[in-house]
Nanobody, 121 residues
Framework: QVQLVESGGGLVQPGGSLRLSCQAS????????MGWHRQAPGKQRELVAV???????NYAESVKGRFTLSRDNAKNTVYLQMNSLKPEDTAVYYCNVDLIAHGSLWFKAYWGQGTQVTVSS
């Protein structure tokens, strides 16, 4: 069994900062991709940032320069530092991890439960 546990969401004023965390635990053999997506009310889920095990990180244009994804491979944890938050960043944020579990032959995508981020004055 593999679990992803997210934390760090909340209410913040425009211009403020939040840091999201997502830790994967369980029967994990290897992790490749770790990333964050978000879904605002009435909109489709969209990619925010993604990092591969090779070290490359990509960001949505809307968050470049404001958000930073980092990962601690020893802890199977991915972080999203969000600065200069805007009302349009309001959404449920989901972490996503592509990993191979022990006993499996291929990578599978796992999702966190989602954490609400609300940017409002």
């Amino acid at each position: 069994q593999v679990q992803l546990v997210e934390s760090g969401g909340g209410l913040v004023q425009p211009g403020g900062s939040l840091r999201l965390s997502c830790q994967a635990s369980g029967n994990i053999l290897s992790i490749n991709v770790m990333g964050w997506h978000r879904q605002a009310p009435g909109k489709q889920r969209e990619l925010v940032a993604v990092s591969t095990s090779g070290g490359s990180t990509n960001y949505a244009e809307s968050v470049k320069g404001r958000f930073t994804l980092s990962r601690d491979n020893a802890k199977n944890t991915v972080y999203l530092q969000m600065n200069s938050l805007k009302p349009e960043d309001t959404a449920v944020y989901y972490c996503n991890v592509d990993l191979i579990a022990h006993g499996s032959l291929w990578f599978k995508a796992y999702w966190g439960q989602g954490t609400q981020v609300t940017v409002s004055s």
